[in-house]
């Protein structure tokens, strides 16, 4: 992927910004970019940290790094015996995240390893791209990187990295899992979104060099002015949708405890996977049918942490374990004596994905104030778009409710809050590219505008 580094950097910065905005207890941001195949040289593009007192981000890479140009290959900093082990390493060839929320603890700090020195709180998030997104259908014929012992990696997953996120905390305030690894995950598709859209363009300003000057300055402008609302909105309503989600959470946790007695997805999926772990052992070697069955157990695992929409949890249950469960049934004999409760599990499951919608059961939670009890469910089962500004104005009242009893409660507020304020903005930014859309329309100058 080639991407000319002026607009890379801004690309980076603008991530960046937008993760220090929304995470009060980060402190500083870097971003890596991984390119190309096989080399998958890792560089340091940009490194912001948030000043004391001001909130302001100083920009700027540090002197002395591995990471800074040049860069290290793979080769440079995979896992092999004898070397130090590097969370950068482990981001690129698993396409996993990596938490460092107990530096005293963390097996993958370089700097502890050689030097017994401790590094601070962090998360480290790949950037994931579709193969097909950048190499078309063709996707059989690209050169794989290997690992140290002769094994190509990605071969078998659908998505290449091409960067890598590091964000720093204060100390005590990140643990794996937590809503700002949640948010710093979303936030990474977003920026491999904009990754591809700068290669893309890139590509197709290659092929248009026969324009006019002056009609590519236009077009210029017009794809800048594009990338930034992009970024914005994407950005914007993908970290308030994982904040309706977590507000989500909590009404389905408080539902769960008022009702024990209704039965929730954490206790039918379990049971699923106990199943698919009981009988696995009786596959007799059955390759495919295994790699089915563990499939199943990490999307079926997967589920129980996710607090999705109840349309989206459908369509999870429909796609990723109705249909595996399925395959199971038809080409293994292994769960004959229990495929009755399997059936009857998945339409229990179905229904309990609904539960928290339930709004028999929202009256009965007289434990709440009156207005808790309607408003909460109605709120936080959306998706948040442009014309539902009238619900974040919702949330930020029922945030400050005396009744509402949750975890991270300011926290939420005040993150929601501030993006409010970019959230009205956009409209202003929209108009700016209706005006360069105009200009590039009726073959205008962009000095007119």
Known sequence: MLIYSDILEKTCKNMIETILFCLQHATKGTIYR???????????ITSGARLEGNGQIRWGLPQESDYNHPGKTWEQYQDQPGRALEAMGWCVEKQKSWTSDNPYEDIRSVRKQLDGEIEDYHHMEPVLVKKVEIYGEQTDQIEYPWDWQGNPIWQDTEYVVVAVIKIHFVPYTIQRGDLSTKII??????????????????????AQKVLSQQRLQTCNTLAHELRNTLIKLRFIFSAINAEISFLREQWEGEVRKTFPEVEDKVGILSRLNELLTLQALKLNGNEEV???????????????????????????LKNKIQRKWHRLLTESRAWNAYEMEIKDLLVRLRKAIWVGTDESLALQMTHLPPELRTKWPR??????????????????SMLDHPGLQIPHKQQTKRVLSSLKILVEII??????????????KHGLPSEVL
Request: charged share 25%.
């Open 34 to 44: 991984v390119a190309p195949l096989p080399e998958l040289r890792t560089v340091r």
């Open 185 to 206: 995950k979303k936030l990474s598709r977003s920026l491999g979104t904009e990754l591809l859209s700068l290669h893309l363009r890139e590509t197709l300003a290659e």
């Open 290 to 316: 295994s790699q089915l069955t563990r499939e199943l157990i990490t999307d079926q695992g997967e589920l129980a942490t996710l607090f999705l929409l109840p349309q989206q949890g459908e369509q999870w």
């Open 427 to 440: 409209p202003e930014m929209e108009d700016r590219l209706n005006n360069v859309i105009f200009s590039l």
């Open 379 to 396: 709120l936080v089962y959306m998706e948040f778009s442009p014309e539902k500004l009238s619900a974040l104005e919702e949330i930020l």
